[in-house]
């Protein structure tokens, strides 16, 4: 299906303007890259019969010029100005439903229950590149990463067989995770396939807004010597693990939370998502032993210095049993 096929159930409908909300973000979208042709105004003829009943008295050769200049007034000036007007109360109405869809899309990915404090497998998949492998500790630390090829050939099915049996055995893996990018479905079914020690679980997880984060100023300051194939694979393990703590590192649009979430209006959208992202962290409150430094600048009361204390701490301190709420 072709761009065309995307705003064919739009083409020849007719609606009132205070319907259809969530709809008329797609509708704009296609008026934008030329498939529809949008006309917000009431009938012609009702618009000129209602407004010759208020203006046109009698039917004398005056009132015959009050009903030419009343026509020429209404195509000239009244249509394109109630046309403007009505087109910016809708996107208005449109936006702030939209919105409210979004925000409520981001508070369950962000909400999503953790599976909590496990030594993690996580797999990046892919095809012809090979799926990207690594070994998370149970406070999300990379161990160990390497490439695997289970989808390409009989022989690198085999080696790639026994090679996730040795990791899960050297690591003591608990729980394995695996996108749901390109190859992510064949990449779960090879996973399940094997008999991994102590019934442990295989979980497809979503990566959107995975490779943000791997080309991220974070993630380059985190993991230096890796490259983003290595941070992504890390990013989906840790997603299973604490799916908050990870996916505030991304900006909130590039998760994925909506349709046509590029035509809302932004500075509305932004401030949306981040209410969401605040109200959530500071619900849930943070681990400040593993907790990063773009999660703790969402807890209230924290700026970015602040934040960045706990870390530096804790690398030179033992382990304290402490979680922040407000």
Not at 87 to 112: C, H, P, S, W, Y
Not at 152 to 178: H, P, T
Not at 185 to 202: K, W
């Amino acid at each position: 299906m072709g761009s065309m096929g995307l705003f064919q159930k739009g083409r020849g409908t007719l609606s009132p303007s205070g319907s259809a909300k969530t709809s008329r973000p797609g509708m704009r979208r296609g008026e934008k890259e030329g498939f529809l042709n949008l006309t917000v105004l009431p009938p012609e003829p009702e618009a000129l019969a209602i407004l010759e009943r208020l203006f046109v008295k009698g039917g004398n050769a005056c009132s015959a010029q009050v009903q030419l200049a009343m026509r020429d007034s209404y195509t000239r000036l009244l249509s394109p100005s109630l046309e403007t007007e009505i087109r910016l109360d809708t996107k208005k109405r449109a936006d702030e439903e939209a919105v409210r869809i979004f925000a409520g899309n981001l508070r369950q990915l962000l909400m999503a229950p953790p599976l909590g404090q496990k030594n993690v497998l996580a797999i990046d998949p892919g095809l012809r590149t090979g799926c990207k492998t690594v070994c998370l500790d149970r406070q999300g630390k990379l161990l160990h990463n390497e490439t695997i090829f289970p989808l390409l050939s009989d022989k690198g099915r085999e080696e790639s067989a026994r090679r996730v049996m040795e990791l899960c055995a050297e690591f003591q893996i608990e729980a394995v995770a695996v996108g749901n990018g390109t190859g992510g479905r064949e990449t779960e079914a090879f996973i399940r396939s094997l008999p991994l020690p102590g019934g442990i679980p295989v979980i497809l997880v979503n990566e959107s807004g995975a490779s943000v984060y791997s080309a991220s100023k974070a993630a380059r300051e985190e993991f230096p010597d890796h490259d983003v194939t290595v941070r992504g694979a890390v990013s989906i393990g840790r997603r299973l693990m604490d799916p908050l703590a990870e996916l505030v590192k991304i900006d909130p649009k590039s998760i994925g939370v909506g349709q046509y979430q590029h035509d809302v209006d932004q500075p509305a959208l932004k401030r949306s998502l981040d209410d969401v992202v605040v109200s959530c962290v500071n619900a849930v409150g943070v681990e400040v032993n593993t907790a990063s430094a773009q999660l703790l600048t969402y807890v209230s009361g924290l700026g970015p210095q602040l934040a960045a204390l706990p870390r530096s701490f804790g690398g030179k301190n033992k382990r304290r049993t402490l979680r922040l709420f407000t």
